[in-house]
Structures are given as C-alpha cells and as structure tokens.
C-alpha cells in the first residue's frame, strides 16, 4: 500500500495543489477526515481555516478531536473510520506528549500504513518522523531538544517555520547531531509531500537542505 505524507513548514491552510492531492489520495467519501490537536480557547473558530480548501474540493465531514480533552479510546476509534488524518500546530512538545507518547500513536502509524495520507502542520511535521528535532525557538527552555517521533519516515530531518524563523542554525545542528540523514527546512506556506518515505513534490515558499555542508533550495 503506498503512503503519503504531508508536511508543512507552517500552519494551515492547505496549500491549494497540495490540497487536491490529499483529497485525491484519501478514501473519500468512505469516512471523514480526523483533525487533531492541542486544544486552546477558540480552537472552534479556527477549524475553519484546516477544512476549508477540502471543503472547497467536496470533503464535508470532519471529526474534530482536541487533546489531551478527547479519551485516547475515542480518539483511536476515530482515527480507524477516517480516510485521512491532520495533524495540527502549536507547543511542539505537547504534541509529543499527547500524540507520540500515547497509544494514539500506534492508531495513525497503522492507518498510514493503510494508505491513509497524514498531514502535519509545524509541529504535527516535526512529530512525523522517527526523531523529532525541537529548535530551541520551539521550547520554554530554549534549547535543541530531540525526542522520539512517529516514525512515519525514517532517516529524515524537519525544521519548520525555516526562513521566517532563520532556523539555518538549527538544521545544522540536528544534522550534526544525527548524521546519514536527509534533512529539509520547510517554509510557511510551504508543502513537501512525501510518497512511500521519499520526498516527491513541493508547493509554496521554499524547501532547503544541506548537501555537503551547503544550503541549497530544492526547485
């Protein structure tokens, strides 16, 4: 089963082309789409700026599940009816606790696995993959934090936010710090779009890496 993965270097919204291929590749309309994240006052009102550009491509039903408010067990059965999963922005660690180091986990690695498309927006794409780099920008203690990830890729590096947030310097520094990995800077606004592990297309502001200690733009 090939799988998909969209992660973002900002928050929503979808980027337009990208938007249309997450709906393309989800089991739409076998189920609705799960949202999750980190529940802040108001969060009702900005649902609207995660669903609009699906709703825009036909896509109505949404299950909305706030954490850590939302028991895992419902979360998990939400999780297995969905054709396709976002994976919200805000406190990178509070994701981690509340996603990564919690049964929930296991449920999105599954459907993924199935072939349903995740997408993470800032901190829901420094989560996807197998480690989790945290800039020191991102944490209370303003420090280069590492902790375990979702695994949904291997092998691969997340900075988001990266020019906006002149987060070079960090990228440098996960990298140095776990070396023989593919590492990428993600822009707001910005997608890349990552189809069984390997990075196949990009939409928005610009994706970096480093290749042989230099910073280049992927075109």
């Known amino acids: 089963m090939d799988k998909h993965l969209f992660l973002f270097g900002g928050g929503p919204p979808f980027t337009m082309n990208m938007a249309k291929l997450f709906a393309n590749k989800t089991s739409h309309p076998k189920g609705p789409i799960s949202?999750?994240?980190?529940?802040?006052?108001?969060?009702?009102?900005?649902m609207p700026?995660?669903?609009?550009?699906?709703?825009k491509l036909g896509i109505s039903e949404f299950y909305y599940l706030p954490l850590p408010t939302t028991p895992i067990e419902q979360v998990i059965d939400c999780l297995s009816k969905s054709s396709g999963i976002m994976i919200g922005g805000g406190d990178t660690n509070l994701y981690a606790d509340y996603?990564?180091?919690?049964?929930?986990?296991?449920?999105?690695?599954?459907?993924y696995e199935q072939g349903?498309?995740?997408?993470?927006?800032?901190?829901?794409?420094?989560?996807?993959?197998?480690?989790?780099?945290?800039?020191?920008?991102?944490?209370?203690q303003n420090e280069f934090q590492h902790r375990r990830g979702l695994g949904l890729i291997s092998n691969v590096l997340i900075a988001v936010h990266?020019?906006?947030?002149?987060?070079?310097?960090?990228?440098?520094?996960?990298?140095?710090?776990?070396t023989n990995r593919e590492n990428y800077g993600i822009d707001e606004r910005t997608c890349a779009y990552f189809s069984n592990g390997k990075l196949e297309a990009i939409e928005g502001?610009?994706?970096?890496?480093?290749?042989?200690?230099?910073?280049?733009?992927?075109?």
């Not at 996603?99 to 459907?111: L, Y």
């Not at 800032?122 to 989560?127: F, Q, T, V, W």
């Open 35 to 46: 949202i999750l994240f980190v529940e802040r006052d108001g969060w009702e009102d900005y």
């Open 49 to 55: 700026v995660y669903t609009g550009e699906l709703e």
């Open 99 to 111: 996603i990564v180091e919690t049964d929930i986990s296991n449920a999105i690695k599954d459907r």
């Open 116 to 140: 349903i498309p995740v997408a993470g927006f800032s901190a829901g794409a420094l989560i996807s993959p197998e480690l989790c780099a945290i800039s020191p920008k991102d944490n209370e």
């Open 162 to 178: 990266f020019s906006e947030w002149k987060e070079e310097h960090h990228l440098r520094n996960a990298a140095s710090h776990f």
């Open 205 to 219: 502001e610009g994706v970096y890496r480093l290749e042989n200690g230099m910073l280049k733009r992927i075109n």
